[in-house]
């Protein structure tokens, strides 16, 4: 073993960071990143975070009811109640930090609306938010002396002992093995397992399908979000986000021949929640017979475009359009998990010290569909809460011996060949995007079980590609199984 510490944490998103710095100054934590730090789908949230910072113009039991009617009801209301009543003070802590928010004449945090909420509770920096938290969370944990942070570092094995956990990372081509007590997944969500999403390229739900191989229970995996606005380029398996705020601040979407179409699936129109509005323009592609649609906000002055809106505008401006002039070619595309390992309100999950946050848990907060900008408060709460809980143990139980270190297995082997992953995104694309083929879940999943049965007996060489199509294929079947058997 290279190294003991109290807490290894996988994942250097707003969940990871945001765990760290909740630590007390006596408890050794290992952050540990796959790619560059600030690679993470954190970095990539462009709307904000949603929170009751007035209880003059909105209300704890208004952002509570928003959500449960997001979700569908199928929320757990517990975990509501708890994202919604402690997130604010989340919220200040991160601007306390150095998060860079937008800011009123008065200093107070400006406010903006998003689909499905019935109050302006939207705080944001621009349309980058997402990268702002990234940015100060990353410079607040740099100046932590407990806190050791490691990057391009891939996690390959993990394994449970009595009282903790071995991982195996490769780093720079060479193994390197980590002992700890306690364990934090924060290692984001799945966007890699479908052929386009908005997710980065690290998305491939390897904590999910770790936990999923030593045991822990994994809920609702099928519980998939599917954004509205994504641009349409015609290439690019990652494709960017045109964020819920543009249509928060006026936006409206166009069918194939230029028509207002959203409220003849949904009185609340272009603002429904986002399943809603993915599926008024599926059905409309139907209807149509085309995938041409845009989003217009040409109507809108263009300095305030341009002040609103600056990354998203010099985005879509690579791509030869001017959101001022020009209508924003879009389709809905992998987005967001609402499932994943499940957690109690403690963030543990169903192996005793491990504790999951962020994308690739369920909590239970989103339901069958998340409201937007939910997602950051719920990384926050929960990773803070994972921290308060392993910290109450450790004082409780003090540091114990964590137990014989396993063999380990060597990292060379064969070349895998190449396709696997490919094909996995292919099959989820085809079977389970916004309407779903029920009739191709059978031969989806045995082609499934085939890939998963070919990763697992060979012995293939230990590096990133390999690692990630098992991730990948292990969630693929999870999804594929629960659909198949109907347990949404």
Not at 49 to 57: Q, S
Not at 245 to 256: H, I, Q, T
């Amino acid at each position: 073993m290279d190294k003991k510490y109290d807490v290894v944490i996988v994942g250097s998103g707003i969940a990871g960071l945001y765990a760290a710095i909740s630590f007390p100054a006596d408890v050794s934590v290992l952050v540990i990143s796959k790619r560059e730090l600030s690679l993470s789908n954190t970095s990539l949230a462009q709307g904000g975070v949603a929170c009751v910072l007035d209880v003059v113009h909105d209300a704890y039991k208004l952002h509570i009811s928003d959500t449960l009617i997001a979700g569908k009801y199928k929320n757990t209301l517990s975990a509501v109640e708890k994202l919604v009543k402690e997130g604010p003070a989340d919220v200040l802590k991160i601007r306390q930090l150095g998060v860079d928010f937008d800011l009123n004449p008065d200093g107070t945090m400006k406010k903006t609306l998003e689909a499905g909420h019935s109050r302006k509770r939207i705080v944001h920096h621009k349309d980058s938010t997402g990268k702002a938290i990234s940015d100060g969370l990353i410079a607040a944990v740099s100046r932590l002396p407990n806190v050791e942070m490691i990057d391009n570092a891939l996690l390959y094995s993990v394994h449970k002992t009595l009282n903790g956990f071995y991982l195996s990372v490769m780093r720079g081509g060479k193994p390197y093995y980590y002992g700890c007590s306690y364990c934090i997944f924060a290692t984001g969500g799945i966007g890699r397992v479908y052929k386009y999403t908005t997710n980065s390229a690290i998305a491939t739900g390897d904590g999910i399908a770790f936990a999923h191989m030593m045991g822990a229970k994994i809920r609702y995996l099928s519980r998939v979000q599917f954004h509205p606005t994504a641009f349409a380029a015609d290439k690019d398996r990652e494709r960017f986000l045109i964020s819920e705020a543009v249509r928060g601040e006026g936006a409206v979407l166009l069918n194939c021949n230029g028509e207002r179409f959203a409220f003849d699936y949904d009185k609340r129109g272009e603002l429904a929640p986002r399943d809603v509005v993915s599926n008024a323009i599926a059905r409309e592609a139907i209807k149509t017979g085309s995938e041409k649609f845009y989003l217009d906000i040409t109507h809108k002055p263009a300095d305030f475009v341009r002040d609103r809106f600056p990354m998203i505008y010099a985005r879509c401006l690579e791509e030869g359009v001017d959101i001022t002039k020009d209508r924003i070619p879009v389709f809905p595309c992998q987005h967001y998990l609402m499932g994943g390992i499940d957690t109690d309100l403690n963030a543990r999950t169903s192996i005793d010290g491990l504790y999951a946050a962020g994308e690739c848990a369920h909590t239970g907060v989103h339901g069958a569909n998340r409201l937007a900008s939910n997602s950051l408060l719920e990384a926050l709460v929960f990773s803070r809460t994972a921290a308060e809980d392993i910290t109450r143990r450790l004082n409780k139980y003090g540091r114990r011996p964590l137990g014989l270190e396993p063999a380990h297995r060597p990292v060379d082997g064969k070349p895998m060949p190449q396709g696997f992953r490919s094909r996995i995104r292919e099959i989820l694309q085809d079977a389970y995007f916004v309407l779903p083929k029920p009739e191709k879940y059978e031969e989806s999943c045995k082609e499934i079980e085939e890939i998963i049965k070919r990763l697992f007996s060979e012995n293939y060489e230990i590096n990133s590609d390999f690692v990630e199509a098992k991730s990948t294929a292990v969630v693929a079947e999870i999804i594929l199984d629960e659909v198949r058997e109907g347990n949404q």
